[in-house]
Nanobody, 127 residues
C-alpha cells in the first residue's frame, strides 16, 4: 500500500499550485481520501476530504473557496488545487486514505481515523 504526495514547492502569495496523491496497492475506489497539513511547530490539521464512492467533498473553513479537491479514479489519484495562496498556507501537506465505516459524521477531520498516509510534500508560500 502506498500513497505518494507530490506537487509542493515555492509559490508566491496569491498564486496557485496543485498537489497530487497517487495511490497504489489497494482498491482506490473503496477508500476516501483526506488532505492534512502541518506547519512548523503546529499540530497536523485537516484541510479537505473526498469520499470514496459518492465523491462528497468537504473543506476546512480556512481553505474553503480557495482549495478544490478532486479524484481521478482512472489514474488512482486525488488532487488538491490550491488557489489564492497565503503565507499561512505554508506547511507540509499529507494525503491519507481510509476504507472503514465511521459513525461520526465528521470523522474525516480526525487524523487518527485514517489507515494509510503519504510521505508529505512541502508547500511554501512567500509574501
Amino acid at each position: 500500500v502506498q500513497l505518494q504526495a507530490s506537487g509542493g514547492g515555492l509559490v508566491q502569495a496569491g498564486g496557485s499550485t496543485r498537489l497530487s496523491c497517487a495511490a497504489s496497492g489497494f482498491n482506490f475506489d473503496d477508500y476516501s481520501i483526506g488532505w492534512f497539513r502541518q506547519a512548523p511547530g503546529k499540530e497536523r490539521e485537516w484541510v479537505s476530504f473526498i469520499s470514496s464512492r459518492e465523491g462528497k467533498t468537504y473543506y476546512a473553513d480556512s481553505v474553503k473557496g480557495r482549495f478544490t479537491i478532486s479524484r481521478d479514479k482512472a489514474k488512482n489519484t486525488v488532487y488538491l488545487q490550491m488557489n489564492s495562496l497565503k503565507p499561512e498556507d505554508t506547511a507540509v501537506y499529507y494525503c491519507a486514505a481510509d476504507g472503514s465505516y465511521h459513525a461520526s459524521p465528521r470523522w474525516y477531520q480526525d487524523k487518527d481515523d485514517y489507515d494509510y498516509w503519504g510521505q508529505g510534500t512541502l508547500v511554501t508560500v512567500s509574501s
